[in-house]
T-cell receptor
């Protein structure tokens, strides 16, 4: 069945780049997403990438997709303390209703 | 930005009791969802709801679970007879059209603890 795996923790220094990695199993996934969850809040969509793209950039965020290896990454440039949160990788099949999430990567940013 | 609101933020119940988790989706949204996250595990899809019907449900969503849109604004998840393993954070979400590339708006969750 569908599965999304990601590492649970990442710690970086303020100003460095953060790279959060994710692998997924469903080759029919059409969209791949990154959601962010801050303490006490719900998940918020950060960015998504369509499966026929390799890369998407949005300000400090860069998403890279390797379809062959089913590997997705989120790079945050110039990481700030406000970026400390849990980041969820997710996938969805075109026309489907359910989004499959990973367990989330907790990003710690040290000042 | 519009918000999905969930109440209560924390719910403690005894095993075997019924609980109702409440959500107010964004007003012009048509698709509604429940997800849950057991501590340390993945966020799991439970059910999607459209036009007063379940459109998709997961294996987790067995006969103990039900959803309802009792009026024009609320969307509820009922667990009929709670089990210890139902302890989790339950997230409600909504989207406008249900399209694949569309953003899901999530509430901040209800932490359910079954004792």
């Amino acid at each position: 069945g569908e599965d999304v795996e990601q590492s649970l923790f990442l710690s970086v220094r303020e100003g460095d780049s953060s790279v959060i990695n994710c692998t997924y199993t469903d080759s029919s996934s059409t969209y791949l997403y990154w959601y962010k969850q801050e303490p006490g809040a719900g998940l918020q969509l950060l960015t998504y990438i369509f499966s026929n793209m390799d890369m998407k950039q949005d300000q400090r965020l860069t998403v890279l997709l390797n379809k062959k290896d089913k590997h997705l990454s989120l790079r945050i440039a110039d990481t700030q303390t406000g970026d400390s949160a849990i980041y969820f990788c997710a996938e969805k099949e075109d026309g489907g209703f359910k989004t499959i999430f990973g367990a989330g990567t907790r990003l710690f940013v040290k000042a | 930005e519009p918000e999905v609101t969930q109440t209560p933020s924390h719910q403690v119940t005894q095993m075997g009791q019924e609980v109702i988790l409440r959500c107010v989706p964004i007003s012009n949204h048509l698709y509604f969802y429940w997800y849950r996250q057991i501590l340390g595990q993945k966020v799991e899809f439970l059910v999607s709801f459209y036009n007063n019907e379940i459109s998709e449900k997961s294996e987790i969503f067995d006969d103990q679970f039900s959803v309802e849109r009792p009026d024009g604004s609320n969307f509820t998840l009922k667990i009929r007879s709670t089990k210890l393993e139902d302890s989790a954070m339950y997230f409600c979400a909504s989207s406008e059209t249900g399209a694949t590339n569309e953003k899901l708006f999530f509430g901040s969750g209800t932490q359910l603890s079954v004792l």
